[in-house]
């Protein structure tokens, strides 16, 4: 079986873009989360998706959106880009939102 | 409030030695998880512990919750450069739909 897909694997842009990543579960899994992960530092909880609504919800500004489609895929969005966003962007899905997660391989974000 | 602080940061053994690492809350935990990172992956999850004073072991990984659920700790025996990488507790946060990760311990071994 597939594990978690996220696309793409790298992307380099630049202050004041946006950039939408995806994210495809495990098979069966109805619930992705999103993590932000900067080197040296445990993952940041951004967002929790179970059955295409908004379970939780991170610290993080309003530039961060996602969304959870009817297959259970996701993305996320992020707006007008700063520096302080390169990141590697962790996406993990999961039975329910209280089971153990199964990550993807990470979007790897860079700003210039 | 419901962080988690993971001790020691970052930790070199010789290849054979024992190692642990420590995962605290000054809340009561509902359950703890613990990943594995290996340098330039993703976490993988390794265990979840529910019950108070629950021991669980996986081969040479000893995982241990404490008997008034604020603390965990994973031990390792006999290290291995297998070994290698950064290890996470991570905590639900009340309600259940956020997860919350510690700083890591990152375990250099040395053959």
């Known amino acids: 079986d597939a594990g978690v897909t996220q696309s793409p694997t790298h992307l380099i842009k630049t202050r004041g873009q946006q950039v939408t990543l995806r994210c495809s579960p495990i098979s069966g899994h109805k619930s992705v989360s999103w993590y932000q992960q900067v080197l040296g530092q445990g993952p940041q909880f951004i967002f929790q998706?179970?059955?295409?609504?908004?379970?939780g919800r991170g610290n993080f500004p309003d530039r961060f959106s996602a969304r959870q489609f009817p297959n259970y895929s996701s993305e996320l969005n992020v707006n007008a880009l700063l520096l302080g966003d390169s990141a590697l962007y962790l996406c993990?899905?999961?039975?329910?939102?209280?089971?153990?997660?199964?990550f993807g391989d990470g979007t790897r974000l860079s700003i210039l | 409030g419901q962080q988690v602080m993971q001790i020691p940061q970052y930790q070199h053994v010789q290849e054979g030695e024992d190692f642990t690492t420590y995962c605290n809350s000054s809340t009561t935990l509902s359950n703890i998880q613990w990943y594995k990172q290996r340098p330039g992956g993703h976490p993988v999850f390794l265990i979840q512990l529910v019950k108070s004073g629950e021991v669980k072991k996986q081969k040479r990984l000893t995982f241990q919750f404490g008997e008034a659920k604020k603390n965990s700790s994973l031990h390792i025996t006999a290290t291995q450069t297998t070994d290698v990488g950064t290890y996470f507790c991570a905590r639900h946060h009340t309600g259940g739909f956020k997860t919350i990760f510690g700083a890591g311990t990152r375990l250099f071994v040395k053959a």
């Open positions: 998706y179970y059955e295409k609504e908004e379970r």
């Open positions: 993990a899905s999961s039975l329910s939102g209280d089971q153990p997660q199964h």
